[in-house]
């Protein structure tokens, strides 16, 4: 059975600094994406990556993935408000775009 | 712009109800899906489908049955609600092509009672 794990499972972070949100799943995937919620709203796509090495940036977010270590992050540079919301990763295991979701990563950017 | 509608955004019913929840997508796309949304727990895939009339139960299909009669209506049926039942819902839809992304709706959110 396939396992996706994120951590943290919630971060606060100040306006301007750096951090990075983990996904670390349990099998073979070469398919792997990101996915945005704000509160009380459905989810948004933000990133597909689908090789090994992948990294796509939107902004001030960058994404990447490493199939070897069955590990994506989600690295976010000098944090603005805007962007508190709850992060989704979600891995394809290869059975007809059927995804296994993370438990998400709810992160706070406080002034 | 790819549109996912749900047909109600909060429901309430009663223990023992039969639920409809309705999905539609205005994209052509092949692949359906409904999943449930809890806190702490993620998203769960309920079930899916590949196409008109196909069907393939997800990770947590009990208590729960789906119809697609059309390719862009895919409908969520609660037989007999039960309280451990309420839970946001949502539906989401994508290409064929197995590296798409999915896109979702707004969800549904149910308050059986």
């Known amino acids: 059975e396939l396992k996706v794990e994120q951590n943290p499972l919630f971060l606060s972070m100040q306006e301007g600094k750096n951090y990075t949100i983990y996904c670390n799943y349990s099998?073979?995937?070469?398919?792997l994406y990101w996915y945005r919620q704000d509160p009380g709203k459905s989810l948004e796509s933000l990133f597909v990556?689908?090789?090994?090495?992948a990294v796509k940036q939107e902004g001030r977010l960058m994404a990447s993935l490493d199939t070897k270590a069955r590990l994506s992050t989600l690295h976010i540079t000098a944090a603005v408000h805007d962007l508190s919301a709850t992060y989704f990763c979600?891995?394809?295991?290869?059975?007809?775009?059927?995804?296994?979701f993370g438990t998400g990563t709810r992160l706070q950017v406080t002034l | 712009d790819v549109k996912v509608t749900q047909s109600s955004r909060y429901l309430v019913k009663r223990t023992g109800e039969k639920v409809f929840l309705e999905c539609v997508q205005d994209?052509?796309?092949?692949?359906m899906f409904w999943y449930r949304q809890d806190p702490g727990l993620g998203l769960r895939l309920i079930y899916f489908?590949?196409?008109?009339?196909?069907?393939e139960k997800g990770d947590i299909p009990e208590g729960y049955s789906v119809s697609r009669e059309k390719k862009e209506r895919f409908s969520l049926i609660l037989e007999s609600a039960s309280t451990n039942q309420t839970s946001m819902y949502l539906c989401?839809?994508?290409?064929?092509?197995?590296?798409?992304?999915?896109?979702f709706g707004p969800g549904t959110r149910l308050t059986v009672l």
């Open positions: 989401a839809s994508s290409y064929g092509n197995e590296a798409d992304t999915q896109y």
């Open positions: 099998t073979t995937s070469d398919r």
């Open positions: 990556l689908l090789s090994n090495g």
């Open positions: 979600a891995v394809d295991p290869g059975t007809a775009s059927k995804l296994t």
């Open positions: 994209m052509d796309h092949e692949n």
């Open positions: 489908s590949y196409d008109v009339k196909m069907k």
